[in-house]
């Protein structure tokens, strides 16, 4: 079982950076493929960004690569979501995400209970 808390979500304006933090419980969390999605009213969680177990393998959504960049904290098991020039339709709750079967876009198996992001124009 893997528990995530995430953290760091706020409202901020259009060409701001924000950092958002899961906190993974565990001692499994070396072994986990972690990614973020998110969910803005009326649509559908979507993919972020995802970092492998090992942390040397990153992917992104089209949408947010080049602006948007995943690491992993091992020593106090932690992902972060590092979030630059943020635009309106950035705009949604974040979801931290753990995956026990590798990398990829979807297939998580636990998920956070979100964290509000808000950019303003």
């Known amino acids: 079982q893997v528990q995530l808390v995430e953290s760091g979500g706020g409202l901020v304006q259009a060409g701001d950076s924000l950092r958002l933090s899961c906190a993974a419980s565990?001692?499994?969390?070396?072994?986990?493929?972690m990614g973020w999605f998110r969910q803005a009213p009326g649509n559908e969680r979507a993919f972020v960004a995802a970092i492998s177990a090992t942390g040397l393998t990153t992917i992104y959504a089209d949408s947010v690569r080049g602006r948007f960049t995943i690491s992993r904290d091992y020593a106090n098991h932690t992902v972060h979501l590092l979030m630059n020039s943020l635009k309106p339709e950035d705009t949604a709750v974040y979801y931290c995400?753990?995956?026990?079967?590798?990398?990829?876009?979807?297939?998580?198996?636990?998920w956070g209970q979100g964290t509000q992001v808000t950019v303003s124009s």
């Open positions: 995400a753990a995956r026990s079967k590798g990398l990829d876009y979807v297939g998580y198996d636990y």
């Open positions: 565990g001692r499994t969390f070396t072994t986990y493929a």
